[in-house]
């Protein structure tokens, strides 16, 4: 989880980056609260449809919940947390958001604050109109926390640095233990099972298993067979942060003369441009650092997607690797490099790591292997 040292210090960041002096900072949407206060809402749990609000400002923190999350609310920094009456098997069910939205508007009467700042595109329209309803002026700062983003503190590297690694250990069993005649489900599956073996947290596993001739996708029942190439994109969800990693192996089998050749050009490009990373480099020299490394060898058309993108508390995050990239990249980024080539007649194939950039360069933060191989094989 995120320490304390760094939720106070992004809350004193993102007051100083307001462009106008406000009363209050309200924070709604789930990402936000982990960010800021250490109060992570796990998506897929029976919390999914609660309401938690996190309003702060120089003196104060507050936390507003209800009762069913009192005991999660407390691993949150904040001060004060005014828990709501909500369900406790106790009591007839009432709408959950409501009874935190009423416990806010008498603590707005009490307090009076001529203006407040929010993000105002993940807003829940009940507490918009709780504010607007007294007069209290609503600012914007959608633009400052998509900025702040982008860097990341030491709180958040740490998880994404842990989430990576055993990301990587479980990528290097799995690719290994695939077999053909196992579905890409099976597959999946195992990616689940083997990571939270590891990691020892609760996960949501997110990614693309591909067998047959897509670029990316959920995994199907479809069997995968002696000789395909199977695309494992694997990006563990843990605690609102992951990793992001790819490989391509060829199921039980030795690759082809020709797949074994684009495989080689793949790592050689990966290689290649990941020695270009520093601090504020252009998210185009990246794409284009791929394309002209593929182009040499006379194989950039089958180079049709992303050169990868950020990743963090939100997924994908910027800046995007894309043909038209208009953003640098600073020192405290946490970024993909994900090269894939994508030939109908040799196979489509895909490898990713991760990496921070740092004030010299770059640290990879992951470390599987990216053979076609498996190493039976």
């Known amino acids: 989880m995120l320490s304390r040292e760094g939720c106070l210090q992004r809350q004193n960041d993102l007051i100083r980056f307001l462009p106008e002096k406000c009363d209050l900072i309200l924070i709604t949407d789930p990402p936000y609260l982990l960010y800021f206060n250490n109060l992570w809402i796990e998506q897929n749990s029976t919390n999914q449809n609660s309401l938690n609000l996190f309003v702060f400002n120089e003196n104060e923190r507050i936390v507003f919940t209800d009762d069913s999350l009192f005991e999660s609310a407390s691993t949150s920094y904040a001060e004060t ?13 009432f709408n959950r958001k409501e009874v935190v939205v009423r416990e806010f508007s008498l603590w707005l009467d009490k307090f009076r604050p001529k203006k407040i700042a929010a993000e105002l595109v993940s807003l829940p329209g009940i507490i918009q109109k709780a504010v607007e309803d007294r007069g209290i002026l609503l600012t914007d ?7 702040m983003r982008v860097r990341k503190y030491p709180d958040e590297i740490a998880e994404i640095r842990r989430i990576a690694g055993n990301a990587s250990r479980t990528m290097d069993i799995v690719a290994d233990s695939a077999k053909a005649g196992m579905s890409e489900w099976e597959i999946f599956g195992s990616l689940y099972k083997e990571f939270i073996s590891i990691h020892k947290e609760q996960t949501s596993p997110v990614g693309d298993l591909v067998s047959d001739y897509r670029v990316s996708g959920f995994p199907r029942q479809r069997a995968v067979q002696t000789g395909d190439l199977l695309i494992i994109d694997f990006s563990p969800y843990v605690n609102g942060y992951r990793a992001d990693i790819a490989r391509t192996i060829c199921v039980n089998s030795l690759p082809t003369n020709s797949q074994q050749e684009y495989s080689d050009i793949l790592q050689e490009s990966l290689r290649h441009t990941e020695k270009l990373l520093c601090p504020d480099i252009p998210g185009k020299v990246i794409y284009d650092s791929f394309l002209l490394f593929f182009r040499k060898n006379k194989i950039d058309k089958y180079y049709i997607s992303h050169a990868g993108h950020g990743i963090g508390l939100k997924h994908p995050e910027r800046p995007f690797f894309v043909l038209n990239c208009d953003e640098t990249v600073p020192q405290g980024a946490v970024i993909t490099l994900e090269p894939g080539l994508y030939n109908n007649d040799i196979g489509y194939m895909r490898i990713e790591d991760n990496y921070l950039i740092t004030e010299t360069g770059f640290e990879k933060l992951s470390f599987h292997r990216k053979t076609l191989k498996q190493t039976s094989y």
Do not use: M, T
């Open 81 to 93: 947390i005014i828990s709501s009456r909500w369900y406790g098997k106790k009591y007839p069910v």
């Open 141 to 147: 700062i959608s633009r400052e926390l998509n900025q």
